[in-house]
């Protein structure tokens, strides 16, 4: 199973909104509205921010978004902190009964 | 509050064996799917495997078929992967994670492997 693709930075200034790509096939990502995201700060765990391909679970900032078009979901955040520089990594079920996560995208805010 | 413990982490020699622990609280284990996640230093995670809440339902990731095996004890909430047959493309920090529906709600803090001569 090949890892989804994702793009490997994405920076944008405080206040401003930026996109998160997650590239993959449709026996994951296009075949199942199973994409979650996860922040993950260095040396810490990852933590859950979109389940379902558009879902927030409790406690997350309606400042993340998701959505998903054929066999790419995206993650959106707006209104840009500091406090969001940090991995993101995505992740899909398979048709193998298995998941994929992707290659991991590390957000810089300028 | 959920809290996931790992432990059993260890330098191990290739080709050698490890256990590693999960231990579950603040929730009913019993009820939840659990899964394995691996992170080699400075690289991305990759999704190991997952059991089914009474464990009678396994899957596992091409890379790990056949050496690694997952298992649970309900009765200490705990979560297991047994390793063999490791190789240094194995070192990692292992996460344990609950499995919500289609996700992984929540992490343990992981624990190391190192996998070398």
């Known amino acids: 199973q090949s890892a989804l693709t994702q793009p490997a930075s994405v920076s944008g200034s405080p206040g401003q909104s930026i996109v998160i790509s997650c590239t993959g096939t449709?026996?994951?990502?296009?075949?199942?509205?199973?994409v979650s995201w996860y922040q993950q700060y260095p040396g810490k765990a990852p933590k859950l921010i979109i389940y379902g391909v558009i879902n927030r679970p409790s406690g997350v900032p309606n400042r993340f978004s998701g959505s998903k078009s054929g066999n790419t979901a995206s993650l959106a955040i707006s209104g840009l902190l500091p406090d969001d520089e940090a991995d993101y990594y995505c992740s899909s079920y398979t048709s193998s009964a298995t998941y994929v996560f992707g290659t991991g995208t590390t957000v810089t805010v300028l | 509050e959920v809290l996931l413990v790992e432990s059993g982490g260890a330098l191990v020699q290739p080709g050698g064996s490890l256990r590693l622990s999960c231990a579950a609280s603040?929730?009913?284990?019993?009820?939840?799917?659990m899964q394995w996640v691996r992170q080699t230093p400075g690289k991305g995670l990759v999704w190991v495997s997952r059991?089914?809440?009474?464990?009678?339902?396994?899957s596992y990731a091409d890379s790990v078929k056949g050496r690694f095996t997952i298992s649970r004890d309900n009765a200490r909430d705990t979560v297991y992967l047994e390793m063999n047959s490791l190789t240094v493309e194995d070192t990692a920090v292992y996460y344990c994670?609950?499995?919500?529906?289609?996700?992984?709600?929540?992490w343990g803090q992981g624990s190391l492997v190192t996998v070398s001569s």
């Open positions: 994670g609950r499995a919500g529906y289609y996700r992984i709600d929540y």
């Open positions: 059991i089914s809440t009474d464990g009678s339902s396994t």
């Open positions: 449709s026996s994951d990502v296009g075949g199942y509205e199973y």
């Open positions: 603040g929730f009913t284990f019993s009820s939840y799917w």
